[in-house]
């Protein structure tokens, strides 16, 4: 397993959430696998240069979500999550709301639609099986 | 005396040439410390401010062995001490003096961190019986002694003078005889808390870290074979200093140091396991920049201790040099640091057993 998560902390998103986004990200890309272990949460912390408890609260988080198994002192294994069958409708509004913030504030930056776009099929490609 | 004279100009020789290069020993986007830009030290300013430390690191080890040479001809072991520590804490205050010059032109510091989410493993690297290895080597001449007890004298010298005469006696008590191995039990002993909590609670590259877990290892041989040959030599009464056991132990250490630097700027060299080497390096000897250390300038004390409460790492790779600094900012690294200060006072306590 060669897996790297990267954070901002300049960035208004708290960085529990950054950190739960990244590993999130890796499990659906399959960069993660069921069995692999995680860096128990002082590792993480020390790593990352944050308070173990905001590691902690993204490896929750995960786990609420059936990612993670955690165990006391020794990290979190991902544990296979099967796929829901259908995403409920509130969910494609939430993400179609959030994808609409995000592009407008990727346009107000100066990105370009057409980059906007090739990022946009690339992570789609990424999640195709 | 002639010999003795060379050996005692030798550290103070060796120290001048270390702190000359020292400040090559940092990545090239860090210059004394501070964060600065890739091509600042190719800059007329950052020659000038190393220049300047490079001239105050060689005078204080001029003054050093100067002072060396008076506290010996005056008989003044206090002025032998002084002398001594005069090189180091002066081209300290010249690494400081140059930290502060180099701040004027530091650049900002990247809130973007990384972390690989490979666990790293729990154990001490090399398993147990390496790090057994010099309390076994401790063990050997400490039976040996017991076995030939009667033969060590009811006083034996363990200190020696200027010239040569005893002037420090241990008796033939359990103290007096296994204060050595005692010591040396000691500070092997540290050299593995030291080794393990780098690989747990440290953060730089992963090269610097195994790096840094081996030579804590070579010290802990190193150190467990002189006091081992203290252990053997002393009660038995050959352990009177010659410029012969000097230039052994000498060379030993300084061999030590040579293979830590050597190893230690291969290990700068290496990239992440898990992460491609950085497309624009920055450095000298072409080393990318030190995982986990773009934190701002203003937690690295005067470019040398790392103060910063919020991070919960106890250990830090250096900014200048190889190895780690301690998090002064971690409360743990204050009792740390007590139990390191209480060796001293644990070895007077022995010695008056």
């Given at each position: ?129 | ?137 401790l063990a050997?001449p400490a039976t040996?002694v017991a076995?030939?007890w009667?033969?060590i ?17 241990a008796a033939r008590t359990v103290g007096g005889v296994y204060q050595f191995p005692a010591i040396g039990a000691l ?40 006091f081992?040959?203290l252990t053997a030599?002393l009660p ?114 022995l010695s008056?057993l």
């Open positions: 397993m060669t897996a790297v998560i990267r954070i901002d902390v300049a960035s208004p998103v708290p960085v529990y959430r950054q950190i739960g986004d990244a590993i999130r990200a890796l499990l659906v890309a399959g960069s993660l696998k069921p069995g692999d272990l995680l860096p128990p949460v002082r590792q993480l912390g020390i790593d990352l240069a944050v308070h173990f408890n905001t590691v902690a609260e993204a490896y929750r988080s995960l786990s609420d979500e059936g990612w993670l198994d955690l165990k006391r002192g020794r990290g979190a294994t991902v544990i296979e999550r099967p796929t829901p069958r259908r995403a409920p409708p509130e969910s494609e509004r939430r993400f179609a709301q959030r994808m609409r913030e995000l592009v407008a504030a990727s346009r107000a930056e100066g990105m370009p639609v057409a980059a906007i776009a090739q990022q946009l099929r690339g992570m789609t490609e990424e999640l195709e099986p | 005396m002639t010999a003795i004279w060379m050996i005692t100009a030798l550290p103070f020789f060796f120290e001048c040439i270390v702190m000359y290069v020292l400040p090559s020993l940092s990545r090239r986007t860090q210059f004394f410390g501070v964060t600065v830009a890739p091509d600042f030290r190719e800059t007329a300013e950052a020659r000038r401010i190393l220049r300047a430390y490079r001239n105050q690191a060689v005078a204080h080890s001029i003054i050093g062995f100067c002072g060396c040479v008076l506290a010996v001809a005056r008989n003044a072991p206090s002025g032998l001490a002084f002398a001594a520590l005069w090189p180091g804490v002066g081209s300290l205050s010249a690494i400081a003096l140059a930290h502060r010059a180099a701040l004027r032109h530091a650049a900002p510091a990247s809130s973007v961190r990384t972390a690989s989410l490979r666990p790293r493993p729990r154990a001490l690297p090399g398993g147990p019986w390496v790090w057994a290895g010099p309390f076994a080597i050997a040996y076995l030939h009667s033969e004298p009811e006083r034996f010298p363990i200190h020696w003078g200027f010239g040569g005469r005893p002037n420090g006696w500070v092997c002993l540290l050299m593995v808390f030291v080794a393990w909590q780098v690989g747990l609670n440290s953060r730089g590259s992963t090269a610097m870290r195994r790096q840094t877990v081996r030579a804590m290892a070579a010290l802990a041989y190193l150190l467990a074979v002189l081992g040959w030599a038995l009464g050959h352990g009177a200093p010659s410029p012969l056991n000097l230039g052994i132990i000498m060379g030993a250490a300084a061999l030590l140091i040579v293979a830590i630097v050597v190893f230690g700027m291969r290990a700068k060299e290496e990239p992440e396991p898990d992460q491609a080497p950085s497309a624009a390096p920055g450095l000298v000897l072409g080393l990318s920049a030190a995982p986990g250390d773009n934190m701002a300038d203003r937690y690295w004390r005067a470019g040398l201790f790392y103060f910063n409460p919020e991070d919960p790492v106890l250990f830090i790779e250096k900014r200048i040099g190889m190895g780690y600094d301690l998090n002064f900012g971690n409360p743990r690294a204050w009792v740390f640091l007590g139990v390191v200060l209480l060796i001293p006072l644990v070895v007077m306590l008056r």
